[in-house]
């Protein structure tokens, strides 16, 4: 299977489970000692249990997974990574945008059901 294909396939079923207003829980699993990279895992709840998605998401997303460490590689330092790394998850997943609903408002003030553009903020997430 390619690359591309492997992308494709992990974004479909992430789009299969995840919906707009879904939250994505983040856990903090390394920082590396220049602090400059992270090791993030990414989590969603089904029946009331944590499922880890970091493999489909490192493939949706193009990251990897780390092989030392839980978690997937993200470099940067300055802001929040874990919101980083949901916002372009959600990017990928809804890249076109998303209609928003009850769960998913609009994020300046426009009615449910308009449109918003920036697929980026379809999902919410928050740190265990």
């Known amino acids: ?4 294909e492997e ?5 479909a079923f ?3 489970i995840l919906k707009p207003g879904d939250t994505v829980w983040t856990t903090l699993r390394h920082v590396s000692s220049s602090g400059t990279s992270r090791r993030i895992s990414l989590h969603i709840i089904q029946n009331e249990e ?8 490192a493939r949706a997303t193009g990251n990897n997974v780390s092989h030392n460490h839980e978690g997937i590689n993200v470099s940067g330092c ?20 998303f209609k928003t609903n009850k769960k998913c408002r609009a994020r300046n003030g426009e009615k449910i ?7 980026g903020y379809a999902l919410k997430q928050r740190w265990l």
Request: aromatic share 8%; hydrophobic share 40%.
């Open 113 to 119: 059901g308009t449109i918003d553009k920036d697929g």
């Open 7 to 11: 992308q494709e396939n992990s974004i």
């Open 14 to 16: 992430l789009r299969s």
């Open 50 to 57: 944590p499922v880890n998605i970091d493999w489909h998401t």
């Open 78 to 97: 300055g802001m929040d990574m874990g919101f980083h790394l949901v916002y372009i998850l959600s990017q990928a997943l809804f890249p076109k945008g």
């Open 1 to 4: 299977m390619t690359v591309k």
